[in-house]
């Protein structure tokens, strides 16, 4: 692809997710583009996880939990501002990822997964017992929206989901630059040495486990971050949002989209809160649709949309040069 | 010349299996040395000493007159101790270019503000990488497959890459455990002409173990025997070739047409 080719494919991805809320103005559509926002940020820094360094994480609502929480408890008990709450969020999640990085990493495969999973249990049960903070299974209300900002002139109060969606696609485009940035840097580059051949890394001179630990480290991160965007738009959280389920939600979103790539996830986000409200019409076969859609695509297109899409551009770009 | 790695009484003992046996052995800088012996005598457990992916039960290593015993693998690796694997071990899902890029990671040190922001040394960084890389791919004749998925490459230039990840690193001592396992005739010419490379043009001091005895006699300066985990001799080829004990542990005492 060349570069005016690819320069007008992104600037016409721009125009369309800037005018997007204004085609679709019911309150019930930008709910679903926020969400799929929220999932956007969650499925990439999974992808960084499980994508890229090859460590199948089950426990990511752990870390998207942590960080709903703690902006929630900070915002309703000390009445912090949203904009001082998702950093504090995004480091809280990181500190966590990375103590708990430090401890899980040395399993791999199914064995870490299965940890990785009970560690989301655990958050959970957590979030449901420890009542004096958390207040428990009743969750969280009151968490109040952004502090209204102004931006040259123009006043943001986050009243309505448009605002939201706007510094959603805010959070999406500059998490997705950052992943950029690291997956296609050294660091991208020990890191997939690390998902292809762990022993082969070591031998090369890397500290798998230093490697292993940052990519959990920083997804754990961003989930957080995600989180403390989630309490302050939906302005209630109960432990039921960050379950096991949810962990598999996301992962089933990066593994859809392709795993190895960063468009894949959010591709994968998009689609996946989009087509379970399309499948209501479908009714009771709703719940079946969806999970003979994602079998299938686990058979035939094992690396996800994207990665499929890339895989054959390579495959086309070989066979082009063989002939000419 | 210098020895540029020594072995002291290294051993190993799985139970009561005594793998590595007080082994005594040094690699000399600038020659290429091969580790020969029957099936199950313990190279490739030397190797797994030597390069960390085991720790000795007792023994030491030194390198460049370091003692390295019981480092992990990617320390000894960054201090320039590099290995390659008997079964075929490479970066499959990737391309060959990329794979080899891999190999270079600890010789890069960007840090993450610099990557963030893209910085001027860090694009200089990464285009060093990929000058280099090409380097390396024409160096072990990869280079017109440098655009191909590594799982869909033939198997002799599998065999090819493994070494090359490992120049990748910028080794002073290269330790190749049997390249030309499943090479055909060509691929195992082309192999030699590019360890001899190694050594002439790289500088790099070769270390490998063998059973292609073509091969090792054609390209040894020295050769090592190791027999139950001791080590039975050392010296040039062709009287390590002579020697009756070396006859004995491969063929066995006396003559014996059938083995089993």
């Known amino acids: 692809m060349n570069k005016t080719a690819k320069l007008g494919i992104i600037s016409a991805a721009a125009v369309l997710f800037l005018i997007l809320p204004h085609l679709f103005t019911m309150d019930y559509y930008l709910h679903i583009f926020v969400m799929s926002e929220i999932y956007a940020v969650l499925a990439m820094s999974l992808a960084l996880i499980v994508g890229f360094s090859g460590q199948v994480s089950m426990g990511h609502a752990a870390f998207y939990g942590v960080g709903a929480y703690v902006s929630a408890i900070l915002s309703t008990r000390l009445g912090m501002s949203f904009w001082v709450n998702f950093w504090i969020s995004g480091l809280a999640a990181g500190l966590i990822s990375y103590l708990t990085g430090r401890l899980v990493l040395r399993l791999r495969g199914h064995v870490l997964a299965i940890t990785t999973a009970f560690f989301c249990v655990l958050v959970n049960v957590i979030m449901v017992n420890w009542i004096p903070v958390t207040n428990g299974p009743m969750g969280i209300v009151g968490i109040p929206r952004p502090t209204p900002i102004n931006l040259f002139g123009l006043k943001i109060a986050f009243e309505t989901r448009m605002h939201y969606y706007y510094l959603g696609l805010l959070f999406v485009v500059a998490s997705a630059w950052f992943l950029y940035r690291i997956t296609t840097s050294r660091l991208g580059d020990n890191l997939i040495g690390v998902r292809e051949n762990e022993e082969l890394a070591k031998s090369l001179g890397i500290d798998t486990m230093k490697n292993k630990v940052f990519a959990f480290t920083v997804g754990g991160a961003f989930a957080g971050l995600a989180g403390s965007f989630y309490a302050h738009y939906i302005l209630f959280i109960s432990p039921v949002t960050f379950t096991i389920g949810e962990s598999i939600n996301v992962l089933v979103m990066v593994i859809f989209g392709g795993m190895s790539t960063l468009l894949g996830p959010v591709f994968g986000a998009i689609l996946l809160s989009i087509l379970p409200e399309f499948l209501r019409m479908a009714g009771a076969l709703r719940l079946i649709i969806y999970g003979v859609s994602l079998i299938c695509f686990i058979i035939w297109l094992p690396q996800g949309v994207w990665g499929s899409l890339k895989n054959w551009w390579i495959n086309k770009k070989n066979s082009d040069s063989a002939a000419g | ?260």
């Open chain 2, 1 to 260: 010349m210098d020895a540029l790695l020594e072995a002291r009484s290294l051993s190993i003992h799985f139970g009561g299996l005594k793998a590595v046996e007080n082994v005594d052995l040094d690699v000399r800088e600038g020659e290429i040395m091969s580790l020969i012996g029957p099936n199950g005598a313990g190279k490739t457990t030397f190797f797994n000493l030597v390069s960390g992916f085991l720790k000795p039960t007792s023994g030491t290593v030194k390198f460049m007159g370091k003692d390295i015993t019981g480092m992990e693998p990617h320390e000894t690796a960054r201090l320039g101790l590099v290995r390659t694997f008997q079964k075929t071990n490479i970066f499959a899902d990737v391309t060959v270019a990329d794979s080899i890029r891999i190999g270079f990671g600890q010789h890069r040190h960007a840090g993450l503000i610099g990557i963030l922001g893209n910085s001027a040394s860090v694009r200089k960084e990464n285009a060093d990488v990929h000058e280099k890389a090409d380097e390396i791919m024409k160096f072990c004749a990869l280079y017109d497959w440098r655009d191909f998925l590594v799982k869909n490459i033939p198997y002799g230039k599998q065999r090819l890459l493994s070494v090359a990840l490992a120049l990748a690193t910028s080794p002073k001592l290269l330790l190749l455990d049997e390249p030309a396992t499943g090479l055909n005739p060509t691929e195992t010419k082309e192999l030699i002409d590019i360890i001899f490379n190694i050594r002439n043009k790289l500088k790099i001091t070769v270390f490998l173990i063998e059973h292609n005895m073509n091969l090792v006699v054609s390209i040894s300066d020295r050769l090592a025997v190791l027999c139950y985990g001791e080590k039975l001799t050392e010296g040039i080829p062709s009287e390590v070739a002579k020697d009756p004990r070396v006859i004995e542990a491969y063929l066995g005492r006396g003559f014996q047409p059938n083995v089993s």
